[in-house]
């Protein structure tokens, strides 16, 4: 059949399976909306008040159900407004489409209104990009880049296309979409090093990163943790993966990782690090990390391995095919003394905060408590992101998404909208710092607009706190720049919005708000009043080694013997 380029774009939307794309429309991409209005009743477009917050939501909509996002933008400052989220999606390898528009073929690079080469400016931050001049390559073209956005290692891919060639027609076939191949790049001598590496540890260490939520290798590495008879702990991306209750999980390692983590890690003698990518926030000093170990890496893409430190064997392919096959020829181990230390760092360093004032770390506890685990918790970036990850035990993975490798301040919010429309049964969470909060709370208009039930919760201690933390532990006090304490109402602002609010100042207060704003099944913000010179503990300096790792008690000592 003949169809105009912008009906084969939804077209092809629909051969993918895309059922909600989030986005703004313009001059440009006005074709592709006419196109959509034909088809509300199959593709659902969610109006973000913001394009920034379009790439936000199609990331959330990705990580919540490994399908590809999908968001779309006009040209000129428009796509530009998608570069954060596409430059967020890439860090942290979300599968997501996303489609711009721009001048007519003509027109191009003669610095037309609203002409932007935003194939240029994305290409450092996607898998690829492509810009469409010809009708007749469209169809081709969208389906190459859900394939590449969904294979291997997942990422963002844009596709930009001249509004001309939205106008024009050619013919259209429908395809089914072609399954993507799982990868597979180690030799049968490669596993049986690993093996043999594998059966000689005595002390073993599991160290689970994103790549292990994307691969879906959630029971492969659970049965893998049982066979070794070893602790795990993960990364902020591989959250859930292991249950978070599992008598093995020690917690997050890293900057504000565990003591448990840190120190076991760094006392192992075999590191084995599943989809994981040894990001400087878990490694700290390179030169000193895991040091007395061996390094087995598991991993999908081969640029990561020997990248940030270097290892002993490795294994290439997708964890969770590569882990089966590794499970099959494992004979189980026995490391009863290793698991009996680790007991006791767990039992002499356990997570502790003032149980005597509101604080970010027991609204986890009683979201958690509340929710019997079950939210999906959304994060923006700071001391809120750390406490979430520390005091939410996570028992499923795809149910903490957060921006890990960018540290995008503003990114919860869309991404929790994403997240509800991709599982509407879910209770998603937004947990957000007053600052981060300022960037895009105009996304809460979106969710009244819809009437999308997310829980904003702001943990407001007037000040930007994780940058403060910093200035107190290492710029002598001097808060430049990073109070917050003025005249604005978040509750107000809220319900400006269209949104209800709840204002929580006591620690009786959130079990009862959490409840109420559930209850309500509509957009809820709870305002959360905590003091403004709390901080996360544990901590690392930045490019310290991961042994180095404080607390506040750690601090109240070297006072006292200063």
Request: contains cysteine; proline residues 4%.
């Amino acid at each position: 059949m003949v169809l105009t380029g912008a009906q084969i774009v939804v077209e092809c939307l629909k051969e993918q399976g895309v059922d909600t794309v989030f986005g703004y429309p313009g001059g440009t991409i006005l074709n592709v909306y006419d196109a959509l209005y034909q088809h509300s009743s199959e593709i659902n477009h969610i109006l973000t008040s913001h394009e920034q917050g379009a790439a936000h939501a199609a990331d959330g909509y990705a990580r919540a159900t490994g399908k590809v996002g999908v968001c779309l933008a006009t040209s000129g400052p428009g796509a530009t407004n998608l570069v954060t989220g596409i430059a967020t999606a890439y860090m942290d390898s979300v599968p997501m489409v996303a489609i711009t528009c721009n001048v007519n073929l003509p027109l191009l690079g003669k610095d037309s209104f609203q002409e932007v080469d935003i194939a240029g400016i994305t290409m450092p931050i996607t898998k690829h990009n492509y810009i469409v001049k010809d009708v007749t390559i469209l169809a081709d073209t969208l389906r190459k880049a859900f394939m590449i956005a969904k294979s291997g290692r997942p990422g963002p891919v844009l596709v930009d296309i001249t509004k001309d060639v939205t106008a024009n027609s050619c013919e259209y076939g429908k395809e089914l979409p072609e399954k993507a191949e799982k990868t597979a790049r180690y030799t049968v001598e490669e596993m049986a090093e690993a093996v043999k590496l594998l059966e000689s540890a005595k002390k073993p260490f599991i160290y689970v990163g994103g790549g292990a939520v994307i691969s879906g290798a959630y029971k492969e590495v659970r049965d893998f943790a049982e066979l070794m008879d070893a602790p795990v702990c993960d990364t902020l991306m591989g959250k859930g993966v292991v249950d978070g209750h599992n008598e093995r999980y020690t917690g997050m390692i890293g900057m504000h990782g565990t003591k448990t983590s840190n120190f076991g890690v760094s006392e192992c003698d075999l590191l084995i690090a599943l989809g994981a990518r040894f990001s400087d926030r878990v490694v700290g000093n390179p030169q000193k990390f895991a040091a007395h170990a061996k390094v087995l890496h598991i991993d999908v893409d081969a640029a990561e391995i020997n990248k940030n430190i270097k290892t002993d064997v490795s294994l290439v392919g997708d964890l969770k095919e590569v882990l089966a096959k590794l499970n099959g020829r494992l004979v189980a181990q026995k490391h009863e003394e290793w698991m009996a230390h680790i007991a006791e760092l767990k039992n002499k360093y356990p997570l502790n905060y003032d149980e005597n004032v509101l604080s970010c770390p027991y609204i986890m506890e009683e979201i958690d408590r509340v929710t019997k685990g079950a939210a999906i918790i959304t994060t923006d970036v700071g001391q809120h992101q750390m406490w979430a990850a520390q005091y939410y035990r996570y028992s499923e993975p795809r149910t903490l998404l957060t921006s890990g490798g960018l540290g995008t301040m503003g990114y919860g919010l869309g991404a929790c909208i994403g997240a509800k429309m991709g599982q509407p049964d879910k209770i998603c969470i937004n947990i957000a710092g007053d600052g981060c909060f300022r960037m895009n709370m105009n996304e809460l208009a979106t969710a009244s607009r819809y009437n999308i039930p997310i829980i904003q919760v702001v943990i407001n201690n007037h000040v930007l706190g994780m940058v403060r933390q910093w200035q107190t532990l290492f710029y002598g006090k001097r808060y430049s720049q990073t109070i917050l304490d003025d005249g604005v109402d978040f509750c107000k602002v809220a319900e400006g919005l269209g949104c209800e609010a709840i204002l929580v100042t006591k620690k009786e207060e959130v079990a009862p708000a959490i409840e109420r704003a559930i209850a309500l099944k509509k957009p809820v913000l709870l305002n959360c009043i905590i003091p403004k010179d709390d901080k996360v503990f544990p901590m690392v300096p930045a490019g310290a080694p991961i042994s180095e790792a404080f607390d506040a008690g750690d601090l109240n000592t070297c006072e006292e013997n200063s």
